[in-house]
């Protein structure tokens, strides 16, 4: 596609559930990244793929968060048992960022609110 | 925990005022990119700056990287209302594509 795409925009959820929140990055891009923003807030850094890989999972907040990204395309990030304080907007970001190089921009989708009640 | 601290946090200015944001950390990045986000959406990157020292001009914004690598400033010119939005900094530590932002400045110009 033209740009990064997640889905869904919205979710509401409530305490305990299960979410899935899915990017569609864009094509050809090798690099993925997950974030958190709280309202006010810049992005908190949660995961960044290299391909199929987690190169660093380092900003998961617990084991109740994880992501996937089976065919170095598309990523999933789940939530086990969700917390009113998971609630956030989630956004997913890609780069063209072979291995070896750095800086490169990071393109952002729009990203997923979820909402806990 | 923010690697990456900004000033101010809010800024409300007239249209044609200047204004000057300040990103600071105690890290040292090998380089360090300016965002604007607005309302509904993703951060937009405005500039990267990769080299200590470093000043580079887009159109009335001028960004500098500190000469130690560990700061940098945006400095916006007779703002517009076009420019309102979150200012973010985001610093990559160690050449490893990995992206610290900062706590974001909100910028309202005000026509």
């Known amino acids: 596609g033209a740009g990064v795409s997640q889905t869904p925009s919205n979710k509401v959820t409530e305490k305990g559930k299960y979410v899935e929140l899915r990017c569609d990055p864009i094509?050809?891009?090798?690099?993925l990244y997950w974030y958190r923003q709280s309202l006010g807030q810049g992005p908190e850094f949660l995961i960044y793929f290299q391909g199929t890989g987690a190169a660093d999972d380092s900003g998961l907040p617990n084991d109740r968060f994880f992501a996937v990204r089976p065919e170095g395309s598309v990523s999933t990030l789940k939530i086990q048992r969700t917390e009113r304080g998971d609630s956030a907007v989630y956004l997913c970001?890609?780069?063209?960022?072979?291995?070896?190089?750095?800086?490169?921009?990071?393109?952002f989708g729009e990203g997923s609110r979820l909402t806990v009640l | 925990t923010q690697l990456l601290e900004q000033s101010p946090q809010f800024l409300s200015i007239q249209e044609g005022e200047n204004l000057t944001v300040y990103c600071n950390s105690s890290?040292?990045?090998?380089?360090l990119q300016w965002y604007r986000q607005e309302p509904g959406e993703g951060p937009v990157l405005l500039v990267t700056?990769?080299?200590?020292?470093e000043v580079k001009k887009l159109k009335r914004l001028t960004f500098q990287f500190g000469d130690a690598r560990k700061d940098s400033s945006l400095h916006i010119t007779a703002a517009q209302p076009g420019d309102t939005g979150l200012y973010l900094c985001?610093?990559?530590?160690?050449?490893?594509?990995?992206?610290?932002f900062g706590s974001g400045t909100k910028l309202n110009v005000k026509p």
């Open positions: 970001a890609s780069s063209l960022n072979p291995r070896g190089t750095s800086y490169g921009e990071l393109f």
């Open positions: 094509s050809g891009h090798t690099a």
């Open positions: 700056v990769v080299t200590g020292g």
């Open positions: 985001a610093g990559e530590e160690n050449n490893f594509n990995k992206f610290y």
């Open positions: 890290s040292v990045f090998s380089s």
